[in-house]
């Protein structure tokens, strides 16, 4: 790298915000915003349902493909007499 890019990468992260530096900013310690809990749980509770769901999805799915692997299984069976 010249000196001529590092002065410039100097100065793109000089005002890149902490953020977007990768940094975390940590708020000072103490009570959290009015109505933070809540909306904490909130959010939890989003997380979790959506999760259920996608797992109930995929159960349903994997269901359908056994029954009919079981079905063309059964079929192949039938007419080939194995």
């Given at each position: 790298?010249?000196?001529?890019?590092?002065?410039?990468?100097?100065?793109?992260?000089?005002?890149?915000?902490?953020?977007?530096?990768?940094?975390?900013v940590q708020q000072p310690?103490?009570?959290?915003?009015?109505?933070?809990?809540?909306?904490?749980?909130?959010?939890?509770?989003?997380?979790?349902?959506?999760?259920?769901?996608?797992?109930?999805?995929?159960?349903?799915?994997?269901?359908?493909?056994?029954?009919?692997?079981?079905?063309?299984?059964?079929?192949?069976?039938?007419?080939e007499g194995w």
């Open positions: 790298m010249t000196s001529k890019q590092r002065r410039s990468s100097d100065r793109l992260n000089a005002n890149a915000s902490p953020r977007s530096a990768g940094h975390i310690a103490g009570k959290p915003p009015a109505g933070f809990p809540t909306l904490l749980k909130q959010i939890k509770a989003r997380i979790q349902l959506a999760q259920t769901r996608a797992i109930l999805a995929a159960n349903t799915e994997l269901v359908r493909l056994y029954w009919d692997i079981g079905r063309l299984i059964d079929e192949r069976q039938e007419r």
